[in-house]
Every structure is written in C-alpha cells, then in structure tokens.
C-alpha cells in the first residue's frame, strides 16, 4: 500500500497507522473488561458447579445460595431455575443450613411464575 505524501513524510503516516491502531487495541480490551464484570462472581459459580455436581453437598449449598442471591440483585429467572435444580438434587439433605435454603425459597419466591407450579410451593392441603 503506498503512503499518502504530505509536507511531514512518511513518519506522520506511520505514527497515525499506529495511534488507529492502538486505539482499536483499548476497544477490544475495554469490551472484553465490561463482558467480565457483568457476572464477576462467575468463576466462582462454575467452580461450585463441577464440585457440586460430584456431588459436594457443600458446594450445592453455597451454589444455591449464590445463585439465589444473584436472583434477588439481578431478577433473572435463570438464576432461580438453575437453584431450584442444585436444591433438589441434594433434597434429602438433613442439614439446617438446606432447611433455611427451602424455607427462604417457599417463603420469597413461591409467587415467581418458575416455581408457582413446583410441588415446594403446591404442599397440598
């Protein structure tokens, strides 16, 4: 590609590539900064995830309450889905820590559209 000539020379031309360049560099860093802050607790969720799924009764419960928390900040319904599987994979769970786990989801979150139909919420009469 031959350079435009102007009374400064190449060098102007080559310091401009080099800015635009550069510039589209801070771009893409600042894009990929902003798509890790959405969720900055996600490394830690799927850490939670592969030790709850071989079955750390531990990690399923702070998984559950992560995910409920995210629920409360964010309001996305994945999040509460998501908890409500982890909560009855370890639904035996005599622990009071999974007790208080069921209780704040019959007591909050029953009227959500997600879980007005799950048994949790339906106990019959």
């Known amino acids: ?27 893409v860093a600042l ?30 419960r702070r998984l559950t309450r992560m995910l409920l928390d995210r629920y409360e900040q964010s309001n996305d319904s994945e999040d509460l889905f998501e908890a409500m599987l982890w909560l009855e994979m370890d639904w035996d769970s005599p622990t009071l820590e999974h007790t208080l786990l069921q209780l704040r989801i019959f007591n909050r979150y029953c009227t959500h559209r997600v879980l007005r139909w799950h048994w949790l919420c339906n106990p019959g009469e």
Do not use: C, E, F
Not at 1 to 27: E, Q
Not at 37 to 57: E, G, K, V, Y
């Open 31 to 60: 894009l990929l900064l902003d798509a890790s802050t959405a969720h900055p607790a996600q490394p830690a969720l799927d850490n939670l995830r592969l030790r709850a799924a071989s079955r750390d009764w531990d990690a399923n």
């Open 1 to 27: 590609m031959k350079m435009p000539t102007s009374r400064y020379g190449p060098a102007l031309w080559h310091a401009i590539v080099v800015a635009v360049v550069l510039v589209g560099m801070l771009v």
